[in-house]
Structure formats: structure tokens, C-alpha cells
């Protein structure tokens, strides 16, 4: 993340840590009426069906050179080289 924006990092990074906090305190609340209305199953299933569309957004906005490093071939190199 700090990789792909590192021009407001602190930002971005302060939005992650909110989000967290707000999914902790508010994870529980919302699974305690999903339970208490829909049960156990129905829970479960509503969180499952969140969870997948939070996955397929989070697949198709992240960029893929987020996966590579700076200094991707230098790290190759070691590698072919057994150092570490």
C-alpha cells in the first residue's frame, strides 16, 4: 500500500487503520442482529456473500505491481545465486 501511494502514505494508511477500528467495533454489533434475525446459517451465509464481494472489488481495483518489488531483479539474482 505505501508502495503504490507513496505520496500520501500517511493517508492512505491512517484510512486503513479507521477502517479496522470501525470493522472492530462494528463487526459485532452487525453479527448480533444478522444472528438474531437470520440465525446461525443465515449469519454466516450474509457474511460469506460480503466477504466474496469485498474480494472480487479488492481483485479488480489493486493494481498487480503491487506484488513486485523495487529491486525485483537484484532480489532474482540472489536467488539464482543462493544468497539471501
Given at each position: 500500500m505505501t508502495y503504490q501511494f507513496s505520496e500520501n502514505r500517511e493517508k492512505y494508511l491512517g484510512m486503513?487503520?479507521?477502517?479496522?477500528?470501525?470493522g472492530?467495533?462494528?463487526g459485532p454489533v452487525?453479527?448480533?442482529l444478522l444472528y438474531y434475525y437470520m440465525g446461525y446459517f443465515g449469519a454466516f451465509m450474509a457474511f460469506a456473500g460480503?466477504?466474496?464481494?469485498?474480494?472480487?472489488?479488492?481483485?479488480?481495483?489493486?493494481?498487480?505491481?503491487?506484488n513486485y518489488s523495487?529491486?525485483?531483479e537484484?532480489?532474482?539474482?540472489q536467488t539464482i545465486n543462493g544468497k539471501f
Amino acid at each position: 500500500m505505501t508502495y503504490q501511494f507513496s505520496e500520501n502514505r500517511e493517508k492512505y494508511l491512517g484510512m486503513g487503520e479507521s477502517a479496522a477500528g470501525f470493522g472492530t467495533m462494528m463487526g459485532p454489533v452487525i453479527a448480533g442482529l444478522l444472528y438474531y434475525y437470520m440465525g446461525y446459517f443465515g449469519a454466516f451465509m450474509a457474511f460469506a456473500g460480503f466477504i466474496l464481494i469485498a474480494a472480487t472489488i479488492s481483485y479488480l481495483c489493486i493494481s498487480n505491481d503491487i506484488n513486485y518489488s523495487l529491486d525485483a531483479e537484484d532480489d532474482l539474482e540472489q536467488t539464482i545465486n543462493g544468497k539471501f
